[in-house]
């Protein structure tokens, strides 16, 4: 069986095809070889000849990307040739000999039969294919890898010998003698399998944290109106993606901007200023679109991974002043309650004396803001200016001819964003791990784990969380019996049922990887007589 594949990214399957050629040594294994490829319907001659330079490869099986062996045509890209090469290779059909298309997704799925490629390798190809960003890139690789593959098994494997050791409880309790007792092989068990479930634990929540990174983060622009917030998504995103005007309640309904961060993709949301539906005088002052777009901030608020407080500084007698309307404070505390990340932008910094002006705010402010934002880290509130970061875009130096390096810091408020990034994003499980087994690379290849994978991993620790439940609670129930009645010697657990917990969850395992099932009975018999 040979693969055909040319530059236009078109393959054929063909079996028992062999390449026309001028007598000349066939090329060696895995070595590139300039032949002429001739038509094979009429005899050599300059006439026939379809590519007078073609590489060609031949790859012989196993060790290919199949597993199959694979042929290789690497000819000039020109429509003409590749139409002329094509159309020679289908001319070669005959009833021993049969040349067609590779069906969509056929080499990935000989490549699995032939064992070349696990399904968690084979489901992190699409996520190399569609990989816009750097930290998308890097996940991708992460899952193309086996060693999430390798971590399933060796887990499946960890839940089939155990499951051994109950069965050979069930099976041979009354005629072999055990060395343990039951209480103290279930308690055994156990132990395997309530560290197991920790590692799958973790798993699951840097599942979701990888998700941040494929899907994108969610970043929400919360404030009031004229705070600044459609004018910090035009300057990050470097175009006017949203219509900036000083009349209050411009913005109505949800912008969302897509844009790369450093090599994060994030997905930016401007949205409606939140302030008070009625006036000082009783007077209603929003109608009844901007009402709803107020409802769809605080909605989408909460719906984001990152929320950006957008406040301005207002002029008040003399004084700059820190302005927020009460009704984005409920809004922020409505974040906090949800366990959302905040980030504070402090916009209309321009405003202050210029011996003011820096990268942090002066100390009245800055006690101003953890007084109002007391869930906010230092390190997360920003002082920008959107006004002098446009100035900056159109005139490289500012008013004493100095270089603008960064005009409103609007690009140290970028930097303190890709670090809130890094923080949530950072995989569970590096950090006090008191058995020093696990390197970071362990958890940060969790990362690459995939919504099918995730999902089957949250129905296995589902099953093993039911096993530790029904295990825990009996050997307690034993223990308190043995205290009152020391005679009584009889651990009432089913152990059957806490069989059947381990196999569910070792067949979720199955499901993720495709090799094989934790019911087969050799498997579950060899364990058994080992034992």
């Excluded at 490629?117 to 084979?122: A, D, E, F, H």
């Excluded at 007792?181 to 990888?210: C, D």
């Excluded at 910094?349 to 880290?377: H, M, W, Y």
């Amino acid at each position: 069986m040979h693969y055909l594949q040319h530059p236009a990214g078109q393959r054929l399957l063909s079996y028992g095809y062999r390449v026309q050629h001028v007598p000349r040594p066939l090329p060696k294994p895995r070595f590139a070889a300039l032949r002429t490829l001739y038509d094979p319907s009429h005899p050599p001659s300059p006439n026939t000849v379809l590519d007078a330079g073609a590489l060609v490869l031949y790859f012989p099986g196993p060790k290919t990307v199949t597993g199959e062996d694979v042929l290789e045509l690497h000819i000039h890209g020109g429509p003409a040739i590749v139409k002329a090469v094509l159309s020679a290779i289908e001319c070669t059909n005959q009833s021993d000999a049969v040349v067609r298309y590779a069906e969509p997704g056929e080499f990935t799925r000989r490549a699995f039969m032939n064992d070349r490629l696990g399904l968690p390798q084979i489901e992190a190809l699409g996520d190399t294919l569609s990989a816009d960003t750097e930290q998308q890139r890097r996940l991708a690789v992460r899952g193309a890898s086996d060693a999430l593959l390798k971590r399933y098994e060796l887990w499946r494997q960890t839940l089939l010998y155990a499951r051994g050791e109950l069965e050979a409880l069930i099976d041979f309790s009354e005629d072999q003698h055990f060395d343990e007792s039951t209480e103290e092989l279930v308690a055994s068990v156990s132990g395997q399998v309530r560290a197991l479930a920790v590692q799958i634990g973790f798993h699951v929540q840097n599942a979701s944290k990888g998700e941040l990174l494929r899907s994108g983060i969610r970043v929400a622009l919360l404030g009031a109106p004229n705070a600044g917030k459609s004018s910090l998504l035009n300057r990050v995103v470097g175009k006017e993606a949203a219509i900036v005007s000083t009349e209050e309640g411009t913005t109505r309904d949800i912008v969302d901007v897509g844009v790369d961060l450093g090599g994060w993709y994030c997905k930016l949301g401007d949205m409606a200023g939140i302030r008070a539906e009625v006036g000082g005088s009783g007077t209603v002052v929003i109608g009844a679109v901007e009402k709803e777009g107020i409802r769809r901030a605080r909605e989408r608020a909460l719906e984001s991974d990152v929320v950006v407080v957008v406040v301005s500084l207002e002029d008040g007698g003399g004084d700059v002043r820190l302005s927020v309307e009460p009704e984005v404070l409920d809004a922020v505390n409505d974040c906090v309650e949800a366990g959302k990340c905040l980030v504070v932008a402090v916009n209309k910094c321009d405003k202050l004396r210029a011996d003011e002006r820096g990268n942090s705010l002066p100390q009245a402010l800055e006690k101003t803001i953890r007084d109002v934002f007391p869930a906010v880290p230092a390190d997360r509130v920003f002082a920008i200016s959107c006004y002098e970061a446009q100035r900056g875009s159109l005139s490289s130096v500012d008013d004493q001819g100095l270089k603008q390096t960064d005009p409103g810091n609007v690009q140290a408020f970028l930097r303190g964003l890709i670090s809130t990034f890094e923080q949530i994003a950072s995989p569970l499980g590096t950090d006090g791990d008191e058995s020093g087994q696990y390197d970071k690379s362990y958890w940060e290849d969790s990362l690459g784990v995939t919504h099918r994978q995730s999902s089957n991993l949250q129905k296995c620790l589902d099953h093993l969380n039911d096993f530790l439940y029904q295990t825990t609670a009996a050997i307690s129930n034993t223990s308190d019996s043995l205290d009152h009645n020391p005679a009584s010697i009889d651990v009432e657990i089913d152990i059957v049922t806490a069989a059947e917990h381990l196999r569910f969850a070792a067949d979720m395992l199955a499901k993720i990887t495709g090799q094989g099932e934790s019911g087969d009975v050799e498997d579950v018999l060899g364990v058994v007589f080992e034992k």
